[in-house]
């Protein structure tokens, strides 16, 4: 949490983006589907098992993330990423992460659907 | 001699016994307070460069008074709810009387407007833009709820851009939307002689222009040509101390007054809300009397068969 206040806002958010990935790569995917919007959670992954299924299938077992582009409007972040497979075996994905945070280490996240 | 510095301090301690008691209890409390602070985790709120109270179109401007933030910001998220909730007597109910009357004199016209934006649910973002007196100009983003649908399939963020004042009246906070302002009657603009009577009525007030409410009473047996759309459009203009602004209105729009007939009419014109210059009167640069109509032009363009042709400014400020 004190790493997180003495950061500046834009190193806040990529840190969040960073966290929820790193739930993924940990197979922790309930952690990760409790990061996310409600609506959007309704929107494409009613149960927590299509979330799994979505994210086994699109993420690489080792992500490096690339930030492409980071954009404001008022509190919503909107981030462009290439997450790389460190090992090569999945093609790079862009993708387009909203981050929208309430407090230190409380947001809420949500994605592009590819 | 240590015998009198023992007895010495003695007498001091006896003496001023309650004082240094009151002193170390306030040491102590000093020192227990320090302590809490030091180990005390304050709720910090996150720092962010998001200035939404700072207005933007003035490089000094007067800021929003501590005390009218919350109410402002509760009043836009009362009628953004409202719109997106689709209860437009709700959100009309929250509007100025003036922009209903100006803007939307029918509930169904309102309606027509919030369903063309809140076409599905929507979220907003605020910035102020500029403040004076009781006025309060924000500009406002609405785009659909992003974190709902992640941007899948947008190749980026579309939103809507809307220039909302906040007014505080004696009957509490109300709004006024679309880039709307308020609604001002003009005295004392008036030109009168013996062919023509000219009087600035009112003047419609948006974040982006002035509109003015003009009427023109014509005197004589003459067509009254005020403004011809072939020729150039400085032949009214807005004065302001520094410039004159053009007219903008539709480019067919003549401005012909027939004999002993009053007509009237709305002239439209650039002017930011924030602009400092004050606009101090509108100038027609050719009042021209016809004999009759087609009109025809000389080769330097002049009017020919007209009967008087002269310019006259309406001053708005004393």
């Known amino acids: 949490m004190n790493d997180l206040k003495n950061m500046t806002e834009k190193e806040r958010i990529k840190t969040y983006v960073s966290k929820y990935l790193s739930y993924i790569e940990n197979l922790d995917y309930e952690k990760a589907y409790n ?19 979505y994210a086994k299938n699109l993420y690489p077992d080792i992500i490096i993330v690339e930030y492409e582009e980071m954009q404001r409007q008022g509190k919503y972040f909107i981030l462009y990423l290439n997450i790389v497979d460190a090992l090569g ?26 | 001699m240590l015998l009198d510095l023992r007895l010495k ?14 002193f170390l209890i306030i040491i102590g409390i000093i020192y227990l307070v320090n302590q809490y602070l030091k180990h005390y985790d304050f709720q910090a709120i996150p720092s962010t460069t998001y200035n939404p109270d700072t207005p933007i179109m003035v490089t000094e401007g007067e800021e929003v008074p501590s005390n009218l933030k919350e109410p402002i910001y509760a009043l836009i998220e009362e009628y953004f709810d409202a719109c997106n909730e689709k209860d437009y007597e709700k959100a009309y109910s929250l509007l100025t009387e003036d922009c ?8 169904d016209d309102f309606q027509t407007y919030v369903d063309q934006i809140f076409n599905g649910e929507k979220v907003y973002t605020v910035q102020n833009y500029y403040n004076e007196e009781d006025k309060y100009v924000y500009r406002l983003r609405i785009f ?3 974190l709902a649908t992640g941007l899948t399939g947008e190749d980026e963020l579309g939103y809507r851009t ?44 948006e974040y982006e222009k002035e509109t003015y ?13 005020l403004m011809d759309h072939t020729m150039n459009r400085d032949q009214i203009t807005l004065q302001l101390n520094a410039e004159v602004r053009v007219v903008k209105n539709n480019v067919n729009n003549d401005i012909i007054i027939s004999p002993s007939e009053t007509e009237e009419f709305e002239l439209e014109f650039t002017k930011y809300y924030h602009e400092t210059d004050i606009s101090r009167g509108i100038h027609f640069n050719a009042l021209r009397f016809i004999k009759s109509f087609p009109i025809v032009y000389d080769e330097e363009g002049n009017p020919q068969n007209t009967i008087e042709n002269y310019a006259v400014t309406l001053n708005m400020q004393e």
């Open chain 1, 35 to 53: 990061l996310l919007d409600d609506n959007f959670k309704q929107n494409y992954f009613k149960t927590i098992e299509e979330f799994e299924t």
């Open chain 2, 9 to 22: 301090i003695y007498q001091f301690f006896k003496k001023n016994k309650n004082k240094i008691i009151i």
């Open chain 2, 100 to 107: 209903k009357q100006d803007l939307f004199p029918e509930l």
């Open chain 1, 89 to 114: 075996e999945k093609e790079t994905i862009t993708q387009k992460f909203i981050v929208y945070e309430l407090d230190y280490n409380d947001f809420i996240i949500s994605f592009e659907v590819i």
């Open chain 2, 213 to 225: 409410t003009v009427k023109a009473y014509n005197k004589t047996e003459y067509q009254l040509l």
């Open chain 2, 162 to 205: 809307e220039v909302i004042t906040m007014h505080n009246t004696g009957e509490g906070m109300k709004l006024s939307v679309n880039g709307y302002i308020e609604r001002q009657e003009i005295d004392l603009a008036i030109y009168e002689d013996d062919n023509v009577r000219i009087t600035i009525e009112s003047l419609k007030k």
């Open chain 2, 144 to 146: 659909e709820d992003i």
